[in-house]
């Protein structure tokens, strides 16, 4: 809301704590710093000072730490006041209260990162990229929240808006000029091409995505009566998947969703993988499909059965944690079954209660810390951004092969599609609906 009126919010996760931040930004900070703490007005900027905080009847709320950031030099480039009070919640709620007798309101979610979004301390990028580096699991995920919160993918994009405009302006001239009969001076389709890709390649680390967010895809699989619907029960502590004695149980795929620590989990059951044909090969097809966009996979064994298979070779290379399921039977399976070494390996039946609860820790202790990217990867673009980077990738593709063919008119057409495209990825073209869903997901006092 830019209503000129200055907002606060607890910034600090609500509870008891050593201390608690309450944050205020707008044009009455001054006042609250001079009526409210008694401090001298101007305030010196960003010296943290120990103050009284007295309410507007006189009463002493708390002795607290006091900061002031005068606009722009600011987080949200407005003077912004930071108050560390003890993390009472009754003393945060009287400091609150209190603010608001001043004329203060309650900050919207992520309204001081808005702030400074439309006081341009941050383009969009970076500004999603606050609430990145806050859910941001593993130091990974955190590297790559923090690459974005620098503003990475603004300065990668930075020089192809100066590449897309430079070709505008020239096919435009071109289309200009077209009559006078000079010699063409355009051959850049190659360019054009180049740039095309490179904006499609970051549209892809959108794969990486789910590892940043903190949501992790973990997939069971298997042959055919392993236990893997079993389990899934067993993990989500609910009767959710069919589990029978007939191999070919499950077809479709299920999704259950658990929280493992501090990961938001869609578990994934699917059909037992075997040779088939029709509908059990449509099953598997879709069960290769789920494997592929695992971050973890769960390769469930019956180990009662001489014929347990293990994984084949092509998932080798992915996370994964082998099951050995039916231990309450006699171990019968074929010592060569080949397990990957990097795969952990966990012995359980799903007929024992406490293995449930046991195999659900287990994962825990295992996620724990983890990263789920690949080396050396630098960005994960969100959908939103992935979406926006295709776009401009495939107009750009398009304007390569329409210059080939000297469309020039359309060409440019594409061109301007492609910034168009660019331009509301970082922001630059103003649209409400975008910006208050994407805030919509921020907590109060980001
Ligand atoms: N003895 C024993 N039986 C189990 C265990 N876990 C599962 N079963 C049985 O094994 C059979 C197959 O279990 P499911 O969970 O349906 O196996 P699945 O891997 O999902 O099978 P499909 O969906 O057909 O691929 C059922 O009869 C289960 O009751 C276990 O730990 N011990
Ligand atoms: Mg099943």
Redesign the pocket.
Known sequence: MADGTTFAALSTPPGMSGIAVLRLSGPGCRNIFSSALQLANPPIPRMATAATYRARNGETLDRVLVTFFFGPNSYTGDDLLEISCHGNPAIVEAILSDLLLRGCRMAEPGEFTRTAFRNGKLDLCQAEAVADLIHARGTAAIRIAQRHLAGELGKRLASAVEILRDMRARVEAELEFSDDGRESFLSPSEQLLALGKLLADLAATRRHRPAVDGTLRLV?L????????????ALLARDR???????????DFLEGELALGPWRVALV????I?EGDGLEQLAVEKTWEQAIAANLLLW?L?A?SSNAVGPPQKLFKKNGIAIW?????PFLANAAVEIPPHWPQLH?????AA?GAAAKSFLENFLHGRDFLPDGEELAVTLRQGQLLQDAANAVAAAAGLWTERTLDLAAEELRRALCALDSLLGRRENDAVLDQLFAKFCIGK
Request: proline residues 2%; positive net charge.
């Open positions: 069971l298997g042959a055919p009566n392993a236990g893997k619907s079993s389990l899934f029960n998947a069919i589990v029978s004695q007939t191999a070919g149980t499950t077809r059951d699917t059909a037992g075997c469930v019956d009662s399921n039916k231990c309450d039977l359980l039946s799903t007929r024992r293995d």
